[in-house]
Every structure is written in C-alpha cells, then in structure tokens.
C-alpha cells in the first residue's frame, strides 16, 4: 500500500489555514452552532494541548489503530482548536491517518455519512465521555461507523463497476476510444468536448462524435447552462458515488 500522498494531505492544509482566517466574529454572524456549543463541552485551550496532542498522535502505541483514531477524534473535536472548519478538519484527520499508517491506499472512508446519519448519537457519545468517561460506548459507535462505511465503499465500488461493464456493453467491443472515456468517467463523472479531445487525442470532430454517441446511449446527458464548452455528466455515475438510493446497474 501507497503512503498518504502530498494530494491526500493537501485538504488538511487547506482547512486548517481556513479555521486560522476565520474570526470569531464571523462565526458569530453565521449563527451556526459548532459541535462543541451543541455538546456544552468547556473548549480548552490548544496553546494549553497540543503538545500533548500531537505526542499522541505520532507516539507508537499498543491500541489498534482504529481504537487510537476513536481517541484522536473526541481529543481533535473537544480541544476544537480552530475558530471554524474544525468538524471537517476532525473528520479528514481519521482518513489521512490511515492512509498514513499504510492502512488505505486511497482516502475512501467517508465517516462523515455515518456521522450526519446519526448525528444525534454521535454528540450523545461525545457528551458522556467527557461528563462520565463513557469510552467504551464511544468506541463501540464509532468502530460501528468504520465497519457500515468500508461495507458502504465496497457496495458502491461493485455498482460503479456495473455500471461501468453495462455502459461498455452498449458499444461494439471495438470501440476503445469510447470505452476508454467510460473508464474516465467513473473517475470523473463530468466531461467536455475538450476534456475528450485532450483524453484521447482526437479532433474537436471526433470528440463531439463519441460524445454524441454517449449522449444517444444514455450514459451522458447535457448540463444546461450558458457557459462555454459543454459540460456533460454521468447522472447515474454521480447517483452512486452521492448515494442516492440503491443504484443498480441498467439492463
């Protein structure tokens, strides 16, 4: 497995200078309430812990990692060391730090939908650990939240691939050029005339051809929009990747 690329850690860098920029007057103006006012938890000091913190979180240890990630989480959000952005900023942390660890080659564990499904508990555990030490409640929630989200991840990769096997099923099994942007379209579900001329190192002709072709087969459809090239989308591709109900491959 790959270590945590430059890529991959390029989000906490942009989020952690965000919650810097923002003021606490600003904050005050959104009139949102962070997880901390909703938790009531007393916001310490970061000056006072992030010695502490980030021996923590680098030190070798005998917990499994998952379990220190459970730990790392409440410490990150209860200390919430920046004036905004800090929900996300924990939230990215857990996966930077299995790709890190050589845990997960790409960044694909999304805790934020077990999270957001179960918000509600999620601050309760957050709540009884500080008032009660309850940690063992606390882990049990959150490796129940890795467990439905690596379940979740493998369920959409297998109907992107479905998808993917039905869209090319479409076309001639000659057609590399158009299946080649199928491929490229399960990375990036969104594309131009452009985007396939550059992919594929066609004329502007040919690349609005094998758009065409797409479009009549039902895998692309045409954003309206005023703006100059055209942009087309997989709208099935997306529903997967969102998780709009149960997608399933088309006949």
């Avoid at 467990?147 to 590399?176: H, I, M, P, W």
């Avoid at 100059?228 to 989308?233: G, N, Q």
Wanted: glycine share 6%; charged share 20%.
């Amino acid at each position: 497995m790959a270590s945590c690329s430059p890529r991959c850690a390029a989000p906490i860098v942009a989020l952690a200078n965000f919650g810097r920029s923002r003021t606490q007057s600003a904050r005050k103006e959104t009139g949102r309430p962070t997880l901390v006012s909703s938790l009531h938890l007393r916001a310490r000091s970061s000056k006072r812990h992030s010695t502490p913190s980030r021996k923590f979180l680098h030190a070798d240890s005998d917990l499994p990692l998952l379990v220190r990630l459970a730990l790392i989480h409440y410490q990150f959000e209860t200390i919430h060391p920046f004036l905004d952005g800090n929900g996300r900023l924990g939230r990215i942390l857990i996966i930077l730090l299995l790709c890190a660890q050589n845990r997960l080659s790409q960044p694909l564990l999304y805790m934020s939908g077990y999270f957001e499904r179960h918000r509600a508990e999620y601050v309760a555990h957050m709540l009884r650990v500080s008032q009660r030490g309850a940690w063992t409640a606390w882990l049990r929630f959150f490796l129940r939240g890795v467990t439905e989200q690596c379940n979740d991840a493998v369920n959409r990769a297998k109907r992107l691939v479905e998808l993917r096997d039905a869209y090319k099923a479409r076309f001639e099994s000659g057609s590399v050029t158009v299946h080649k942007v199928i491929d490229d379209l399960c990375r990036r579900p969104a594309i131009t005339i452009p985007m396939t001329q550059t992919l594929l190192g066609v004329t502007p002709r040919g690349a609005s051809l094998i758009i065409q072709k797409l479009v009549e087969a039902r895998v692309l459809s045409h954003v309206e929009q005023t703006t100059h090239p055209k942009i087309f989308i997989a709208e099935e591709l997306i529903a997967v990747i969102e998780g709009a109900g149960n997608t399933s491959a088309p006949e």
